[in-house]
């Protein structure tokens, strides 16, 4: 696959997590408060990873997934700061979307099982691809 189709790839599966994620948030699904809050967390780290994958695509997973772990736990313990500006932004709506409200430890538990998940599944998907191009040839 070329590196382009690869970034799409990436491009279109952060677009899906980041879909879902919103959904999982709104209160007409009824999802119970947990699986809400905890879910959307999870999706939130996925959607970190297939983001850095995206602009990485030359990188090994694991390297993605490092950088990922990294990058979101620096978002959460930014939560810690505390300054005006960066604090009326976390009030708005895509401020929490994107840099939430509160630390919280769970929350980085989360992302990093998220990226975790993302990062699995897609070894899963390449060996698959990998496999079925073994089997035409």
Known sequence: MSRLTTRACYVA???IVIAA???ARRPEVGLPWAAAKYGGSLLWGAM????VAALAVRWPLGRAALVAVI???AVEFSQLIHVEPLDAF???AL???????TFSWWDVACYWIGIAA???LTALLRALSAASLQTRL
């Open 13 to 15: 599966a952060a677009l």
């Open 21 to 23: 994620g919103l959904l």
């Open 71 to 73: 990058a979101s736990a």
């Open 95 to 101: 401020g929490a979307l994107l840099l939430g409200r």
């Open 118 to 120: 993302a990062a699995l």
């Open 48 to 51: 970190v990873f297939f983001i």
């Open 90 to 92: 976390r009030r708005s």
